[in-house]
């Protein structure tokens, strides 16, 4: 079943046009990429599936819903959440407490339980403490929860980023550029963990340039060039289709395309 779905998406910035009749398919309790050359529209096409930029065709559907028209922070009531392609944590914050933001939405207590201090505001910080925990320790950061994100290692500030989309609970996950600056060890750890949030019933689309990250995971790859649909498919079939092959991957890339995804 397809959780997240587009048609004809399209969107142009004073004449020049950015993304035109994208059409995409997400199933659930799957890991699709999405990848092209700098400047293809990938990023574009993010913040319009996001709400962050209105499209002026088209329309995005999350589980059968339209979402045109929504706020971007109301997409994640719907069941999205995104990370962004720089790091946005809050510096002078705990790394608990930067994954607490993320879960916020989801604590629900009221102004008299503040003043109060009632059992209700007590359970409920309680349990966004534990939900939160969790999150941190799937991605291997539990013991760093008392931590400044400011004192963490760049690759493991990332998984932060990622920890505090998911305690969002969302049914999807927007990965921009999640292996960005990341070395060979660390892009390693992170592909291995993208692989298993299936198991925790997310569904994932991301954008990546690294190659060989993106044939090792994906389910299904979609490639865009100019802001239009350039191929799609399996990972085998698009990295082994010519137009991908001279857009993006380049005639050296495919062989150690294929050597990746094979190991």
């Known amino acids: 079943m397809d959780l997240l779905t587009t048609e004809n998406l399209g969107i142009s910035f004073g004449g020049l046009v950015a993304v035109k009749d994208m059409s995409i398919r997400v199933p659930e309790h799957r890991i699709v990429s999405l990848i092209g050359p700098n400047g293809a529209g990938k990023t574009t096409l993010f913040n319009l599936l996001t709400g962050f930029y209105k499209a002026d065709t088209g329309q995005v559907k999350l589980g059968g819903e339209t979402l045109s028209g929504l706020k971007p922070h109301e997409y994640i009531d719907k069941g999205m ?135 090792r995971i994906s389910d299904y790859i979609y490639v865009m060039n100019q802001g239009q649909m350039l191929s799609q498919g399996s990972p085998e079939h698009v990295q082994a289709d010519p137009k991908v092959i001279e857009a993006y991957i380049g005639k050296g890339g495919r062989g150690h395309a294929v050597e990746n995804r094979k190991n």
């Open 81 to 215: 959440a995104r990370t962004f392609q720089n790091l946005r944590l809050f510096k002078q914050m705990t790394v608990l407490d930067n994954v607490l933001i993320g879960h916020q939405r989801n604590v629900k207590y009221s102004a008299l339980d503040i003043s109060l201090n009632t059992r209700r505001k007590k359970e409920a910080e309680k349990s966004a403490v534990e939900h939160c925990c969790l999150m941190l320790d799937r991605v291997g950061l539990l013991d760093q929860k008392d931590n400044y994100c400011t004192n963490l290692p760049y690759g493991q500030q990332k998984q932060l980023e990622i920890a505090r989309a998911m305690a969002s609970n969302p049914k999807i996950l927007l990965l921009d550029e999640p292996a960005a600056g990341l070395n060979p060890q660390e892009t390693q750890v992170l592909s291995e963990f993208i692989r298993s949030l299936c198991q925790y019933d997310l569904t994932v689309l991301l954008i990546e340039h690294d190659m060989s990250l993106v044939m």
